[in-house]
């Protein structure tokens, strides 16, 4: 008889050896899983930082080494101004009761995106438990907030414009490099495993040059669903894949 995914458990048989460094997740679902048990949105939101738990300190048990959550997006600002109000108080609430779950769990803090743009009171909580934080080895969480992968290239073109203007750099010295040393993320290593929930297949604007070569996991579970062994399948099946990067084959295994 086939096992489920509950019944298998997919850690045991990671090689912790060839894990990805860096992994992005899309989490998706919270509003539409809040309205299967007949629930207000704000409900899903709140369940779903059961999920971020198990997503970070799953990461954290077997040594990935970045994990990249997109957790509000600059079109969300575009939601009821309730539901919003709801999640940046949310992101408060939770961001100073995971601090010690993050000190336990050797785990430092980031953020990404126009910060600028939360209510003071989000980027004071942020900004104290990215600094108490700081010292931590083990995974980098970095939270994607007010984060548009379009914006980011837009002011990564911009920052490079205004280089080339003032002289400080020659057109014909723009190489991807030089355009990944510009993003958000040009301390970060690349994504190779990118995971969106709710069994949806897009990508919504999320790291869209940084993800160019990853490989790509849509899950039907809404994100609260989410477990620590629905993450160890998604790497599970990533190091069961062929990572070819316009290579063949044969050349890979030569």
């Known amino acids: 008889m086939e096992q489920t995914i509950?019944?298998?458990?997919?850690?045991?048989?990671?090689?912790?050896?060839?894990?990805p460094q860096h992994i992005a997740?899309?989490?998706d679902g919270n509003g539409r899983w809040a309205k299967t048990q007949g629930k207000h949105r704000i409900f899903g939101h709140k369940n779903g930082v059961k999920a971020v738990r198990e997503a970070s300190e799953g990461c954290a048990e077997i040594g990935v080494k970045h994990l990249t959550l997109y957790a509000f997006s600059t079109e969300n600002w575009n939601r009821p101004q309730m539901e919003v109000s709801a999640l940046m108080e949310l992101l408060i609430?939770?961001?100073g009761k995971e601090v010690k779950t993050l000190q336990k769990n050797n785990i430092k803090l980031n953020a990404i995106g126009h910060i600028s743009l939360l209510p003071d009171s989000c980027q004071k909580a942020l900004k104290k438990a990215i600094n108490e934080t700081s010292n931590n080895t083990g995974l980098t969480l970095t939270l994607a907030l007010?984060?548009?992968?379009?914006v980011e290239i837009t002011d990564m073109?911009?920052?490079?414009?205004?280089?080339?203007?003032?002289g400080q750099l020659e057109p014909s010295e723009i190489t991807p490099d030089i355009i990944g040393n510009h993003l958000y993320t040009h301390n970060i290593p690349d994504p190779e495993l990118l995971i969106r929930t709710s069994g949806e297949m897009r990508i919504s604007n999320f790291l869209l040059w940084q993800i160019a070569y990853a490989?790509?996991?849509?899950?039907?579970?809404?994100w609260?669903?989410?477990t620590k062994n629905d993450l160890f399948k998604a790497?599970?099946?990533?190091?069961?894949t062929e990572r070819r990067f316009g290579m063949t084959s044969e050349q890979i295994t030569n």
Do not use: G, W
Not at 6 to 19: G, N, P, T, V
Not at 215 to 222: Q, S
């Open 146 to 150: 007010s984060y548009s992968s379009r």
């Open 25 to 27: 997740i899309i989490m």
């Open 157 to 166: 073109v911009r920052t490079i414009a205004q280089k080339v203007k003032n």
């Open 224 to 226: 609260p669903d989410f």
């Open 215 to 222: 490989e790509l996991c849509f899950i039907e579970k809404y």
């Open 93 to 95: 609430m939770t961001i």
């Open 235 to 240: 790497i599970y099946d990533f190091q069961n």
């Open 6 to 19: 509950e019944q298998i458990s997919y850690k045991e048989l990671l090689a912790l050896d060839h894990l």
